[in-house]
């Protein structure tokens, strides 16, 4: 086969989600199957020199390579919710397959057409969600789902969600769980504690912290978070810090003023750096060092942060809502996300009993094991087979 895959979630000078879902998947099947040819395709009305540094892994192998369109992206997607110009007119016509990652297939795209639609957000929970981004969705994923031989979302939850909005999709529709990276997420050896000390010591972090690594946002329900903290400080005022790490979202500010609000300023450390996003060799000994990992989310499509979490080895507190009880199964203290009393309740657990954080710990090293990427690739990969035979 020859793959064409929409690269523009891997040269983002910010990765996210979509993006690290995209690289497992990609870079897994590429080992798997090496037989195939791979293509990696994005716009850049520019050289695309930045960019295509961006794609130095995937260029070093043998079987890949990498075609830029000469045009913006943006005004591509733009043009097209209007005028159906074809993206083969920048990409060519000799895909058999070609994926998009992000949920919306241009017009005019060569071979089996497949898409990735993570979640529903923007239908559930129009409010938590950036404007542009609602407006692209409103107007393309209708004719992006119909144009799409086959469909792929990352759990059964984000499945019966794209069923409920659009149900003629229905035999379409495949899922595919995201995998964990286990170099990038593990146990970190007793050799490794002075590394998490002077982590500790740089960020100003106490001997015991509950962390929240994700992006600040308000589907992440810190809103409550925060709230349930501060019951949680008038019962312990001994009570671990709350650290908010990860990346800036949009309409955050608020968060700040609620720490402040409950005078909280010196028990929740914000630890955003100055280039909003948390750099990725933190990530591990941030994780490794916590007691605990809280992520109360209102909705999820699939929920990487508690998985990548529970393969570090660390306990984790997270909510029944949408993916994330499909993700952690009983590896996890769940708590009702919109309820503040039970997240507190679920916090004083975690920093009361250490038997049960043991007992996370060790079960989370098991759930995880559960998700890897040569798994979801292999699943893809079966995606890909069927498209040739539709």
Same mark, same amino acid.
């Given at each position: 086969?020859?793959?064409?895959?929409?690269?523009?979630? +891997? *040269?983002?000078?910010?990765?996210?989600?979509?993006?690290?879902?995209?690289?497992?998947? @990609?870079?897994?099947? &590429?080992?798997?199957?090496?037989?195939?040819?791979?293509?990696?395709?994005?716009?850049?009305?520019?050289?695309?020199?930045?960019?295509?540094?961006? +794609?130095?892994? /995937?260029?070093?192998?043998?079987?890949?390579?990498?075609?830029?369109?000469?045009?913006?992206?943006?005004?591509?997607?733009?043009?097209?919710?209007?005028?159906?110009?074809? /993206?083969?007119?920048?990409?060519?016509?000799?895909?058999?397959?070609?994926?998009?990652?992000?949920?919306?297939?241009?017009?005019? @795209?060569?071979?089996?057409?497949? @898409? $990735?639609?993570?979640?529903? @957000?923007?239908?559930?929970?129009?409010?938590? *969600?950036?404007?542009?981004?609602?407006?692209?969705?409103?107007?393309?994923?209708?004719?992006?789902?119909?144009?799409?031989?086959?469909?792929?979302?990352?759990?059964?939850?984000?499945?019966?969600?794209?069923?409920?909005?659009?149900?003629?999709?229905?035999?379409?529709?495949?899922?595919?769980?995201?995998?964990?990276?286990?170099?990038?997420?593990?146990?970190?050896?007793?050799?490794?504690?002075?590394?998490?000390?002077?982590?500790?010591?740089? &960020?100003?972090?106490?001997?015991? !912290?509950?962390?929240?690594?994700?992006?600040?946002?308000?589907?992440?329900?810190?809103?409550?978070?925060?709230?349930?903290?501060?019951?949680?400080?008038?019962?312990?005022?001994?009570?671990?810090?709350?650290?908010?790490?990860?990346?800036?979202?949009?309409?955050?500010?608020?968060?700040?003023?609620?720490?402040?609000?409950?005078?909280?300023?010196?028990?929740?450390?914000?630890?955003?750096?100055?280039?909003? *996003?948390?750099?990725?060799?933190?990530?591990?000994?941030?994780?490794?060092?916590?007691?605990?990992?809280?992520?109360?989310?209102?909705?999820?499509?699939?929920?990487?942060?508690?998985?990548?979490? &529970?393969?570090?080895? $660390?306990?984790?507190? $997270?909510?029944?809502?949408?993916?994330?009880?499909?993700? *952690?199964?009983?590896?996890?203290?769940?708590?009702?996300?919109?309820?503040?009393?039970?997240?507190?309740?679920?916090?004083?657990?975690?920093?009361?009993?250490?038997?049960?954080?043991?007992?996370?710990?060790?079960?989370?090293?098991?759930?995880?094991?559960?998700?890897?990427?040569?798994?979801?690739?292999?699943?893809?990969?079966?995606? !890909?087979?069927?498209?040739?035979?539709?």
């Amino acid at each position: 086969m020859r793959i064409a895959l929409d690269a523009l979630p +891997l *040269v983002s000078s910010r990765m996210t989600g979509i993006g690290y879902c995209e690289a497992g998947q @990609v870079q897994a099947m &590429m080992m798997l199957h090496p037989e195939e040819q791979y293509v990696l395709q994005f716009f850049d009305k520019g050289d695309g020199a930045e960019k295509r540094k961006r +794609l130095y892994y /995937y260029e070093q192998q043998r079987n890949v390579s990498v075609r830029q369109g000469h045009f913006s992206g943006y005004l591509y997607r733009l043009m097209t919710t209007a005028i159906p110009l074809p /993206y083969r007119a920048f990409f060519g016509k000799d895909a058999d397959i070609t994926h998009f990652f992000n949920y919306i297939i241009p017009p005019g @795209v060569a071979g089996k057409r497949i @898409v $990735t639609v993570h979640d529903m @957000v923007y239908k559930t929970f129009p409010e938590t *969600v950036r404007g542009r981004t609602r407006f692209m969705l409103e107007s393309g994923l209708q004719r992006s789902l119909h144009r799409a031989d086959l469909i792929v979302t990352d759990s059964e939850f984000s499945k019966t969600e794209i069923i409920r909005y659009f149900p003629a999709t229905e035999e379409r529709i495949r899922v595919v769980p995201c995998g964990v990276d286990k170099l990038r997420f593990s146990p970190m050896p007793p050799a490794a504690a002075p590394a998490i000390e002077e982590l500790k010591r740089r &960020m100003h972090l106490q001997a015991n !912290y509950f962390l929240y690594l994700g992006t600040l946002e308000p589907r992440k329900n810190l809103d409550r978070l925060i709230r349930a903290y501060a019951l949680l400080k008038q019962q312990h005022p001994d009570a671990p810090q709350l650290v908010l790490a990860g990346g800036y979202g949009w309409r955050n500010n608020h968060i700040y003023q609620l720490v402040q609000t409950l005078h909280l300023e010196d028990d929740v450390l914000d630890v955003q750096p100055e280039e909003k *996003v948390q750099p990725e060799e933190d990530v591990q000994p941030l994780l490794c060092g916590a007691m605990a990992f809280v992520f109360p989310s209102v909705y999820e499509g699939f929920g990487m942060p508690p998985l990548e979490a &529970m393969a570090c080895g $660390t306990p984790v507190l $997270t909510t029944r809502a949408a993916s994330l009880p499909e993700v *952690v199964g009983d590896a996890a203290v769940i708590v009702d996300p919109h309820h503040t009393e039970d997240i507190a309740q679920g916090l004083e657990k975690l920093f009361l009993d250490a038997a049960l954080r043991e007992r996370l710990q060790k079960e989370g090293l098991r759930r995880a094991a559960m998700f890897s990427w040569e798994n979801a690739a292999a699943a893809l990969y079966d995606v !890909y087979q069927e498209a040739l035979t539709r």
